[in-house]
Structure formats: structure tokens, C-alpha cells
């Protein structure tokens, strides 16, 4: 019991994870470093190797006009598209479309390409949504794909165009 | 008495009236429109104590103060707010003077008193249910109700439990974990309680599963028995000589039937309805979709999902099966309600089973050996031609055959929403001879890729988008005769139907639609005697029942859900970080309705 899910783009690439995160892992990198693991930061090592990254809580109201202590985890792939092609595959090969729909645009699973963000969507916020997953149902990914393989989707659901905000939906002839 | 035949039949009462049924249907031919009455108002218990009304699934309750000359003035005289906003779908029960409601996820169990003024809750009861099992959910966060057996309320839970809760205190008297969130099994059939089993199976064919049917003790909780619906012979407990399918045999057929071991992850789940036929002591349920959507990492049959299986309650044992979607290309889960009914066919006296499947055929089988008699289309339909009644197997055309190879294979009806959803139980009167159903009209193209499968998570991998079949409606509530395989009459509706159908001894049947209205309508023409919009669509199964007060109410859930394809997004309102445009099969849906679950009491 379905519906309009999922896919239809890069029909026959596609083929396995293992080649979809090759594809990943064989990128170009960008210029800067690669992502730390998590649990491994650039700025800061955190308690315990299971303990979140230390990430920018910028779509949070921090109390008392404090955000919480960290270091930035910034997307080492940021705007590349060879990177998004690669997080395009591994989007369809491991069926986030099955919950997120065709592309990002919703079934289960919240739409991902209106640019409406439910836990934020910096690049370090949608990268902690994924690794770790999320309340009401977003499994966690980091441990199947592992950093590089969630940045390249990170990449890719970032460099979808995304629509203008149509907050009102009319039925009325203007 | 044995205690086991006690619970069988859980009061005198219903077993007289399952008795005198039986005896009506045998002495009157079915071409007789005006038969004598089989459950009058006078052994009709007036209770609706089980999902489907009784074990046959019949959902035709005797009462009958309310005909077709006053349900004109049917009225609603009491709502009340779920409070919960996933599909409604299911139906309440009641049992003496109290209403039991279990809602969508976060499943909480409603008992409302219906002897005082308002029927206020006697309690309501609260369970803790993951909130992970919200994303294993393939489709809504759906479930299909309760059963009540021995002063116990008995449900699933979606993340996977089945619990026993005592009618009267709403305490939780047992909790059992029967399904695994990490292999992507969730809980939202109905149970059946057979005897001392209760009966439950999970969803999951979007997952991969490796679909079961379990038995658990009724008075501890128990699993008694786990039965595999594909794989060996040894998991799927077909043992030799019992096990008799009327076409497919062979030693391990459920396995031998999957290419390099796919039925491991061969999902066919069990998410639908069951029945059950005291008389040859069989259990009848259907097996959802085999994993995954693209059938060319699954070759061969892949029995026996999309299939009806039929057991024995009391250890499980495989007695028959039959598949209706031999390598099912095209998610034609068969979870729909298997009927039981005796008709009288080519002039023979048949214990016969009544199943719409989501493939376009309406079967009839011979419950006893599961051969095929008829199998009709009853929705447009073109994947095949008939169903050969000689091997059992459907004539497809190959053009329909789906597959990452065949890329966007176009125009394939009916779409994998069915021809009618299992999730909305058709209805069967032994007064009019006829099956009530909702029907849906849509097709499909399907573009399949190569699947991954990652435990826990989705295991699909095909684009199936929708459009209207022809005629320009997308759904219908239809009366159907399976013996001659005809229609009878059908009321078009402007959005696939989705509700379950209702029957009773005033020949008046009830549905709900998808934008939202209740209707009532006269069983035997079709014509709209009341309707009523119900502030959400219904996809729920309405029910009726016999008031303290001696008067005869209907009710039914409004909330629209049960598949995302429904919701088509748009009509949310719940969530600002989630803006999407209408679905294209059906645009102006979000112009009549929203989500959110209602309870509704209609009377005269």
C-alpha cells in the first residue's frame, strides 16, 4: 500500500549502495578539508565518541541570547555539484524517496525542497538530521553511509531549486 | 461446554444468531431478492463486538429500525474529538453500553458510557508507543481497531505490540512485543481471537519484512505459534499432508518461488482483515506486496505473497493457499477482507469466499480447498485478461509487466491503490444477496529502479504516479452479486472511496467519502437517502449498534489519511515546515477537507 512515490531520475546508475557511495567517496573534494567525523570536530573533541558534533544551533532561540558552546561542522562539499549528482544516486538507491518522496517532495516523510526546514536547514543541521535521525521516525544514517555519504546528500538536497513560497493556496478565480 | 467452544462463540446470543443465519441462507435460493430476513432485530444482539461485525466479516448487523423509508431523517447526535490527526481508519466496537475507540498512533483506547447523557469516557487508556514507529510506517500511521474477547479489549500498537486491556477498568492486563521497528515491522491490523488465540501479523511489505502470522495466548499474551507467509515449508508451518493449495504445490514452494533467497526480504505482510469459518475451523487472511517494487530482484512466482492463506487457529498449521497476483509486479497487496458467505451457485449450495482485490478481480473461492470459481473484474482493469479457472493463474498481458528494465511502463490499471484499498472492507447482506464495496479509479505508469535495502528503512524503489481512469470520476460505492460477477448499481464519486461499507436489516448500506460526507443509501438501488458532511473525509468502516436506550445508532469516524497518496500533502495543516502542492490526480481535495479524527453517532 503506496502511492506517487519516489524516483524516476538516473534510471540504471543507480545500481547498489556500495557503487552510489564509491560515487560519493570518489567526488572531487572541495578545497577545504574534509568533514571530521563525528565526535572528532575540528574545533573541539566532545566527551564521548557517541556524544552529537558540536554544531550551530542557529534556527534554535537560544536562551537568554546564548547559543550553546561548539565549533562549526561545516559541509566540505558545499555547492559542488559532482557531489550533489553523487547524493542524488544515494537518494534514490537507499529509497529516501520511499518516506521523502519523488526528489524531495514529501510523502511520509516531510517535503525536502520547499525550503521550509523542520529542524533547520543549514548544511550542519540537515547533516545532524540524517547522521543522527530525528524524532517522530528519521532513522539515523551515519552509521550505514558515514560522514562523506551524508554530506554528498546534504550537497544535493541543498542544491535543489527551491520553489517560491506559495503560502496561500486559492480555489477563487481572482 | 468446553471453554474453547465457549469463546468461539463469545455469547449465546451471537451463536444463535450465527446459527439462524446460517439455516436462512441454506434454505433460501439466492435468486429469492425477497428472502425471509436471516438476522432479524429479534437474534440480532444489537452489539458490534469485533471488526468486522462477526467472524464471516460480513459487517451486515440485523437491526432494522432503521429502513430505507426513514433514514431520510438519519441526524447526527453526537461527536467527539480524537484529538489525533493520522488516518481514522478502523471502526469503533460496542459491547453492552460502552463504545471502545482506538485511535490512529499514538493508539490511545477510548471506552465512552453510552447509558449516560454526553457518554462520557468510563476511562481512557494511554500506552507508551515509539514515536520511531512513525517513520517504518509505509503509508499513515494508521489503525484498523480492536477486538473484544472475554472482558478484554485486545489491539496493536503500531510500534509493534499487541495488547490486552480489561473492558471494564481499562487496565492493561498483558503487553507483548510482537513485531521488530527495526526490521521495519509496525502493527495496524485489527486482531482476530479465535478460541483461545488471538491472532496478529505486521505491516511492513515497504520494508523488506519477512511477513508472518502470529498466535499468542489469549489469557497471558503469549506466542503460541509464528507462522512465516513466505519461505520454507518448516517457517511457514505447511507441513506435508495438511498443507493441500488446490494449484501450486511442491516442497518449499515459498522459497523455491523467489530467485537467490528474495523471500528473505520478500515482505508480504499482514495488515488487512481475517475471518474465520467455525464450521471447517479455518483462519482466511491475505498477504500484502512482495518486497521490493522493482519484481526483477525477486524472479520467479513469489509465493505466497499477494495471496489468501488459510489456517488453523489452534497451532497455526497451513491448511491451503492460493495466490491472486503470481509475481506481483505492480504492489497488489491482497490484505482486502475475505468474505464468507454460502451462496447458491449454478444451483449448488457453496461455502464460498468473497474477496476484492486490489488486482480488479472480485474472486469467489471454495473456502474449504481454495479453488477458484469466478474471478470477474469489478474496476477497470487491463494488466490482465481473465483468470484461468483450470490452473488458477491470471492471463496477463505482457505489455503491463513492470521491472527496472522496462523503464516507465505506462497505463496500468488499476493503479497500486487497488480497485478497491484493503483498508476499506466491503459489506455482505443475506437478505439482498449483495456485496457492498467502495471502489477507486485510477491508473498508473510505473518506473521501477534497483532497490538497496538498509534494515529499518524503505525498500521500494518504483515511481507510480496516478491519473483518473476513465470517466472522470476517481471512485465509486458499488453493489455487487458474486454469483452472476455482476454490478448491480454504483454511486460515482468525484475522489477515490475509501471508506468500508456498512449493511443491516432495513436494507440500507453507509459509506463515507473522501471529501467528507456521510451517506446512507438504499441497499437494493443505490439511491442517497441522507448524507451529512463530517468535517473530515472518512476513511474509516461505519457501524451500527443498539443503544441503552433500545434505539438503533450508526456511527463511523471522519479523518482523512490511510494513504499518503490521499493526503496529497496540500491538505495538511499541521506542520509549517512542510509546504507542498496539490497531487496531480486529484487537485482541489485540500478544497474540502483537512486531517483530523472525529467520532460520529448518527440516529433517527
Not at chain 2, 454526553?118 to 520511531?132: H, I, T
Not at chain 2, 489456517?311 to 497487496?333: C, I, K, M
Request: hydrophobic fraction near 40%; glycine fraction near 12%.
Amino acid at each position: 500500500m503506496r502511492g506517487n512515490l519516489s524516483i524516476a531520475r538516473g534510471l540504471g546508475c543507480a545500481s547498489s549502495v556500495l557503487a552510489a557511495l564509491a560515487l560519493a567517496a570518489c567526488a572531487p573534494k572541495a578545497s577545504t578539508p574534509a568533514a571530521a567525523t563525528p565526535g572528532e570536530t575540528r574545533t573541539s573533541a566532545p566527551p564521548s565518541g557517541t556524544a552529537p558534533p558540536a554544531i550551530q544551533y542557529e534556527a534554535h532561540v537560544s536562551a537568554g541570547g546564548l547559543p550553546p558552546p561548539g565549533g562549526p561542522l561545516s559541509n566540505p562539499h558545499q555547492g559542488d555539484p559532482a557531489v550533489a549528482k553523487a547524493g542524488s544516486l544515494l537518494f534514490t538507491a537507499l529509497n529516501c524517496d520511499g518516506c521523502h518522496g519523488v526528489e524531495g517532495a514529501g510523502w511520509v516523510g516531510p517535503n525536502l525542497g520547499d525550503g521550509r526546514w523542520r529542524y533547520g536547514g543549514a548544511d550542519n543541521e540537515i547533516f545532524t538530521s540524517i547522521f543522527y535521525g530525528r524524532p517522530k521516525g528519521m532513522p539515523a544514517f551515519g552509521g550505514a553511509l558515514g560522514p562523506e555519504g551524508v554530506w554528498s546528500l546534504v550537497t544535493y538536497l541543498k542544491s535543489l531549486p527551491v520553489p517560491a513560497d506559495e503560502a496561500t493556496e486559492s480555489w477563487e478565480k481572482p | 461446554m468446553p471453554d474453547a467452544h465457549r469463546l468461539l462463540m463469545p455469547t449465546p446470543v451471537l451463536a444463535v444468531a450465527y446459527l439462524a443465519c446460517a439455516a436462512a441462507i441454506v434454505s433460501a435460493p439466492v435468486a429469492a431478492a425477497a428472502a425471509t430476513p436471516t438476522a432479524t432485530a429479534a437474534t440480532e444482539d444489537g452489539q458490534w463486538r469485533m471488526p468486522s461485525k462477526d467472524y464471516a466479516a460480513t459487517r451486515y448487523s440485523g437491526l432494522a429500525t432503521i429502513n430505507a423509508g426513514n433514514a431520510t431523517s438519519l441526524h447526527p447526535v453526537w461527536t467527539f474529538s480524537t484529538g489525533v490527526l493520522g488516518g481514522h481508519e478502523g471502526q469503533p466496537l460496542v459491547v453492552g453500553d460502552t463504545m471502545y475507540v482506538v485511535t490512529p498512533w499514538p493508539n490511545v483506547l477510548y471506552a465512552f458510557d453510552l447509558g449516560k447523557e454526553g457518554y462520557p469516557l468510563r476511562w481512557k487508556y494511554r500506552p507508551d508507543v515509539s514515536a520511531n514507529a512513525i517513520g517504518i510506517s509505509c503509508c499513515d500511521t494508521v489503525n484498523r481497531g480492536a477486538f473484544y474477547a472475554e472482558g478484554k479489549v485486545i489491539y496493536n500498537l503500531l510500534d509493534g505490540h499487541t495488547v490486552a486491556v480489561d473492558a471494564r477498568s481499562g487496565r492493561e492486563l498483558w503487553k507483548t512485543q510482537v513485531a521488530d521497528l527495526a526490521s521495519g515491522e509496525t502493527v495496524t491490523m485489527a486482531p482476530l481471537v479465535v478460541k483461545d488465540r488471538v491472532i496478529v501479523g505486521a505491516s511492513g511489505g515497504e520494508f523488506g519484512i519477512y511477513g508472518w502470522l502470529k498466535g499468542l495466548d489469549l489469557a497471558t499474551g503469549r506466542v503460541v505459534w509464528t507462522a512465516r507467509n513466505i519461505g520454507p515449508d518448516a517457517a511457514m508451518l505447511a507441513a506435508p499432508g495438511t498443507f493441500k493449495p488446490p494449484y501450486d504445490g511442491g516442497t518449499d514452494v515459498g522459497a523455491t518461488s523467489w530467485a537467490n533467497d528474495s523471500w528473505q526480504t520478500g515482505g508480504a505482510p499482514v495488515w488487512g482483515w481475517t475471518s474465520y469459518d467455525p464450521g471447517v475451523d479455518l483462519i482466511y487472511y491475505g498477504t500484502g506486496n512482495p518486497s521490493p517494487y522493482n519484481a526483477e530482484q525477486r524472479l520467479g512466482d513469489n509465493k505466497w505473497s499477494s495471496s489468501v492463506l488459510a489456517r488453523r487457529p489452534e497451532d497455526g498449521s497451513l491448511v491451503w493457499a492460493y495466490q491472486f497476483t503470481p509475481h506481483d509486479n505492480w504492489d497488489y497487496d491482497a490484505t482486502g477482507a475475505m468474505i464468507l458467505a454460502d451462496l447458491t451457485i449454478a444451483g449448488k449450495l457453496t461455502k464460498a469466499l468473497v474477496h476484492f482485490d486490489k488486482n480488479g478481480f472480485a474472486y469467489t473461492l471454495d473456502r474449504e480447498t481454495g479453488r477458484v470459481l469466478s474471478a470477474t473484474p469489478f474496476s477497470g482493469m487491463n494488466w490482465a485478461k481473465s483468470v484461468d479457472l483450470a490452473t488458477g493463474r491470471p492471463v496477463i498481458d505482457p505489455t503491463k509487466q513492470t521491472g527496472a528494465s522496462k523503464g516507465n511502463v505506462k497505463g496500468i490499471c488499476p493503479s497500486l491503490e487497488g480497485g478497491v484499498s484493503p483498508s476499506s472492507p466491503a459489506a455482505y447482506s443475506p437478505r439482498t444477496h449483495l456485496f457492498y464495496t467502495s471502489t477507486n479509479n485510477l491508473c498508473m505508469d510505473y518506473a521501477a529502479v534497483h532497490a538497496s535495502r538498509l534494515k529499518g528503512t524503505p525498500f521500494v524503489s518504483a515511481n507510480s504516479p496516478y491519473f483518473a481512469g476513465p470517466g472522470g470520476y476517481l471512485g465509486t460505492f458499488m453493489a455487487w452479486d458474486a454469483v452472476t460477477g455482476k454490478k448491480v448499481w454504483e454511486n460515482k464519486e468525484p475522489f477515490p472511496n475509501w471508506s468500508g461499507a456498512l449493511v443491516t436489516g432495513g436494507d440500507v448500506a453507509f459509506y463515507g467519502t473522501l471529501d467528507g460526507w456521510f451517506k446512507s443509501v438504499d441497499a437494493r438501488t443505490g439511491k442517497v437517502l441522507s448524507r451529512f458532511k463530517v468535517g473530515s473525509g472518512v476513511v474509516g468502516n461505519p457501524i451500527t449498534y443498539r443503544g441503552p436506550d433500545g434505539k438503533q445508532y450508526v456511527a463511523v469516524y471522519a479523518g482523512f489519511g490511510g494513504d499518503w497518496a490521499l493526503l496529497s500533502g496540500d491538505t495538511r495543516s499541521d506542520d509549517p515546515a512542510d509546504l507542498r502542492a496539490p497531487a496531480d490526480f486529484q487537485k482541489d481535495i485540500a478544497r474540502h477537507t483537512s486531517q483530523g479524527g472525529i467520532i460520529w453517532i448518527f440516529g433517527l
